[in-house]
């Protein structure tokens, strides 16, 4: 596996120093793994703080600025950050409006942004929560850790950011938040597996000419293996898999995100063939975003996300943004 | 007895083994996870080393807690907190003590297993660390050689099991066949109890 970085130890650390050369509106703190907008604490806004493993660029560093997240933690490479990185973003942004935490429902995500939400609140700061689990690929059970969180934290950072920016409350925050994540499904399709740099070889083993349906973003597997289909047929596999869980009832905002490795040509043959089924069952589509926003290192695939939404989420996600890889109306 | 030299022997040489193993419980949880565990523990054991160099604690309780601390700074993932946490707790049950038994490192030892299966809600045969842990505190009374058997014993057994918490868990009965690197682990620290409690290798 050719990959175009020094050694394995510094690529997190190589690529905060490329993001902080590239966008002089951020705050880059290398060293303990920050990334703050530059003008940070905005007075009398409730600051929104996220943060994963890294791997998934450009979730979540690549959504800081107005509009969106005031601050992302990365940590290694699909490995949560430390509860210091979230405690020390928290301290940086907070305005004393309060920090809302975006988190990803993976366990080690959910255990060091609670941890790091002690130590916020031991300083003083006040500390909200909303857990973003939208993949319908894993079904609940009693024994699994819940449901994944995928794309729909990109909505969930832009809407909730939104309306932050607009000066709601930190419990009004929080609730746009949940209503957001509650109003989202995803699905994901993985044609070929990642590489993570530690270990240099693919994270799993897919024969050529299989796909995984219903992959997770750190290449865990889903819910099978089929030979491989028509960019037709996985779309209409995966979006009757969203329509299932979530049937329609309300206009929605459309992601169709790319794993890493696709190219955009794929990508927008893929879109068309979402928007036909979409059609077919009904639904109307009030906004679409194609790309790669929510990506798997160099997985080959693709991913749906839909969010219902009113209004109210609508005019929030039309509100200005200004971030390195989503920024309209500013 | 057991003194702060023991633990910091203790510490040095579970990150000796992490460092020999690190490739190992990569593969092992590439193959139901992804592909982390080792370099994180690794990354996080090499930290707790360095800070026991530079701070040296003064107790037993001392050095644990601080172990623990180092791990839920540097770890990140599921692994950070709990072996964190694991460490931390039974650092604080031993207290201020400046030398203590086994008897009392076990029953810290067992409040330390206590606080991870609180925060992860994992019990015996989910297919976790506490399958090597549980077992190796409930032998540790019978000495180091068989906390060790009990925890490595544990860990194999965790082959056929299927997976209940953590990213395993999204396989469900594709989990099945693969020993499960957080006991694995968990069976490396356990098994470094030995080696730290003879002099020649724990100076490692």
Same mark, same amino acid.
């Given at each position: 596996?050719?990959?175009?970085?020094?050694?394995?130890?510094?690529?997190?650390?190589?690529?905060?120093?490329?993001?902080?050369?590239?966008?002089?509106?951020?705050?880059?703190?290398?060293?303990?793994?920050?990334?703050?907008?530059?003008?940070?604490?905005?007075?009398?806004?409730?600051?929104?703080?996220?943060?994963?493993?890294?791997?998934?660029?450009?979730?979540?560093?690549?959504?800081?600025?107005?509009?969106?997240?005031?601050?992302?933690?990365?940590?290694?490479?699909?490995?949560?950050?430390?509860?210091?990185?979230?405690?020390?973003?928290?301290?940086?942004?907070?305005?004393?409006?309060?920090?809302?935490?975006?988190?990803?429902?993976?366990?080690?995500?959910?255990?060091?942004?609670?941890?790091?939400?002690?130590?916020?609140?031991?300083?003083?700061?006040?500390?909200?929560?909303?857990?973003?689990?939208?993949?319908?690929?894993?079904?609940?059970?009693?024994?699994?850790?819940?449901?994944?969180?995928?794309?729909?934290?990109?909505?969930?950072?832009?809407?909730?950011?939104?309306?932050?920016?607009?000066?709601?409350?930190?419990?009004?925050?929080?609730?746009?938040?949940?209503?957001?994540?509650?109003?989202?499904?995803?699905?994901?399709?993985?044609?070929?597996?990642?590489?993570?740099?530690?270990?240099?070889?693919?994270?799993?083993?897919?024969?050529?000419?299989?796909?995984?349906?219903?992959?997770?973003?750190?290449?865990?597997?889903?819910?099978?293996?089929?030979?491989?289909?028509?960019?037709?047929?996985?779309?209409?596999?995966?979006?009757?898999?969203?329509?299932?869980?979530?049937?329609?009832?309300?206009?929605?905002?459309?992601?169709?995100?790319?794993?890493?490795?696709?190219?955009?040509?794929?990508?927008?043959?893929?879109?068309?063939?979402?928007?036909?089924?979409?059609?077919?069952?009904?639904?109307?589509?009030?906004?679409?975003?194609?790309?790669?926003?929510?990506?798997?290192?160099?997985?080959?695939?693709?991913?749906?996300?839909?969010?219902?939404?009113?209004?109210?989420?609508?005019?929030?996600?039309?509100?200005?943004?200004?971030?390195?890889?989503?920024?309209?109306?500013? | 007895?057991?003194?702060?030299?023991?633990?910091?022997?203790?510490?040095?040489?579970?990150?000796?083994?992490?460092?020999?193993?690190?490739?190992?419980?990569?593969?092992?949880?590439?193959?139901?996870?992804?592909?982390?565990?080792?370099?994180? #523990?690794?990354? *996080? @054991?090499? /930290?707790?080393? +360095? %800070?026991? =160099?530079?701070?040296?604690? &003064? $107790?037993?309780?001392?050095?644990?807690?601080?172990?623990?601390?180092?791990?839920?700074?540097?770890?990140?993932?599921?692994?950070?907190?709990?072996?964190?946490?694991?460490?931390?707790?039974?650092?604080?049950?031993?207290?201020?003590?400046?030398?203590?038994?086994?008897?009392?490192?076990?029953?810290?030892?067992?409040?330390?297993?206590?606080?991870?299966?609180?925060?992860?809600?994992?019990?015996?045969?989910?297919?976790?660390?506490?399958?090597?842990?549980?077992?190796?505190?409930?032998? #540790?009374?019978? *000495? @180091?050689? /068989?906390?060790? +058997? %009990?925890? =490595?014993?544990?860990?194999? &057994? $965790?082959?056929?099991?299927?997976?209940?918490?953590?990213?395993?868990?999204?396989?469900?009965?594709?989990?099945?066949?693969?020993?499960?690197?957080?006991?694995?682990?968990?069976?490396?620290?356990?098994?470094?109890?030995?080696?730290?409690?003879?002099?020649?290798?724990?100076?490692?």
């Amino acid at each position: 596996m050719r990959m175009l970085i020094n050694v394995p130890e510094t690529v997190v650390a190589d690529a905060l120093r490329g993001m902080a050369a590239a966008y002089p509106d951020l705050t880059v703190d290398v060293e303990n793994r920050v990334i703050v907008r530059r003008d940070a604490p905005v007075a009398g806004q409730v600051a929104l703080v996220s943060g994963g493993g890294s791997g998934h660029e450009p979730l979540h560093g690549g959504f800081v600025g107005h509009g969106m997240l005031s601050a992302a933690c990365p940590g290694e490479v699909f490995t949560s950050p430390v509860p210091d990185q979230m405690a020390r973003a928290a301290a940086a942004v907070d305005s004393g409006a309060g920090v809302l935490f975006v988190v990803k429902n993976y366990t080690g995500d959910v255990l060091n942004f609670d941890m790091a939400a002690e130590l916020a609140e031991d300083e003083g700061i006040q500390v909200a929560k909303v857990l973003v689990n939208d993949d319908v690929a894993v079904t609940d059970s009693l024994y699994t850790a819940g449901r994944r969180g995928t794309g729909a934290t990109l909505f969930v950072e832009k809407i909730a950011g939104a309306a932050a920016a607009e000066g709601e409350p930190l419990e009004r925050v929080e609730a746009i938040g949940r209503r957001v994540n509650e109003n989202s499904r995803s699905f994901g399709v993985a044609l070929s597996a990642c590489t993570t740099p530690a270990k240099g070889t693919p994270t799993f083993d897919l024969p050529d000419g299989e796909l995984e349906l219903g992959v997770g973003i750190h290449g865990e597997p889903g819910r099978e293996r089929r030979p491989m289909m028509t960019s037709g047929e996985i779309a209409d596999f995966a979006v009757n898999a969203i329509l299932e869980d979530m049937p329609p009832h309300n206009p929605v905002l459309l992601l169709v995100n790319g794993m890493g490795a696709t190219p955009l040509l794929e990508l927008y043959g893929f879109h068309a063939e979402v928007q036909r089924v979409l059609a077919e069952r009904g639904v109307a589509v009030a906004r679409t975003l194609v790309g790669n926003y929510v990506t798997s290192l160099d997985m080959a695939g693709a991913s749906v996300t839909l969010c219902q939404i009113d209004e109210e989420l609508l005019r929030l996600w039309d509100a200005p943004v200004r971030t390195p890889a989503l920024r309209w109306g500013m | 007895m057991l003194d702060a030299d023991f633990f910091r022997r203790w510490m040095a040489v579970t990150a000796a083994s992490v460092d020999r193993e690190a490739e190992q419980l990569t593969e092992l949880d590439s193959a139901i996870g992804d592909a982390d565990h080792g370099s994180n #523990l690794q990354r *996080g @054991f090499r /930290a707790v080393a +360095a %800070a026991l =160099e530079k701070e040296e604690p &003064a $107790t037993p309780g001392a050095v644990l807690t601080l172990a623990g601390r180092q791990l839920i700074s540097t770890v990140g993932g599921a692994s950070g907190p709990l072996y964190g946490t694991l460490l931390r707790r039974t650092g604080k049950a031993l207290g201020e003590a400046a030398e203590v038994s086994v008897a009392q490192l076990a029953a810290a030892l067992g409040s330390g297993v206590e606080g991870v299966k609180q925060l992860g809600g994992a019990v015996v045969g989910d297919k976790t660390m506490i399958d090597a842990l549980e077992p190796a505190v409930a032998a #540790l009374e019978g *000495g @180091f050689a /068989a906390a060790r +058997a %009990a925890a =490595e014993q544990g860990a194999e &057994a $965790t082959t056929p099991l299927q997976a209940r918490k953590g990213r395993a868990s999204y396989l469900g009965e594709r989990s099945i066949g693969h020993q499960d690197p957080g006991a694995t682990s968990s069976a490396l620290l356990i098994a470094a109890l030995e080696a730290a409690a003879s002099p020649a290798e724990g100076r490692a």
